[in-house]
């Protein structure tokens, strides 16, 4: 599957507009792998990361384990 055609999803926090991700949810789910992108740089490089991993990273974004931007 590309990237390319992908539905890609950008971060909730990306109203402020600064620095921003995206994401393909159902690319996660047909491969278990979470492709991340920057929002500004479409045509960019994708970094995949395991399921379980970037959903223990939104976790702790969520329970404020790295603190605030």
């Known amino acids: 599957m590309t990237t390319e055609t992908s539905r890609w999803i950008k971060s909730s ?3 402020n507009g600064g620095d921003c991700i995206e994401w ?6 047909a491969t278990g792998t979470v ?4 929002s500004k ?5 994708v970094l995949d990361f395991p399921v379980r991993s970037f959903a ?4 702790g974004v969520k329970a ?6």
């Open 13 to 15: 926090y990306s109203d």
């Open 24 to 29: 393909a949810p159902h690319v996660a789910s």
């Open 35 to 38: 492709p991340v992108r920057d």
């Open 41 to 45: 740089d479409p045509s960019g490089p």
């Open 56 to 59: 223990s990273f939104v976790a």
């Open 64 to 69: 404020g384990e790295f603190g605030t931007v």
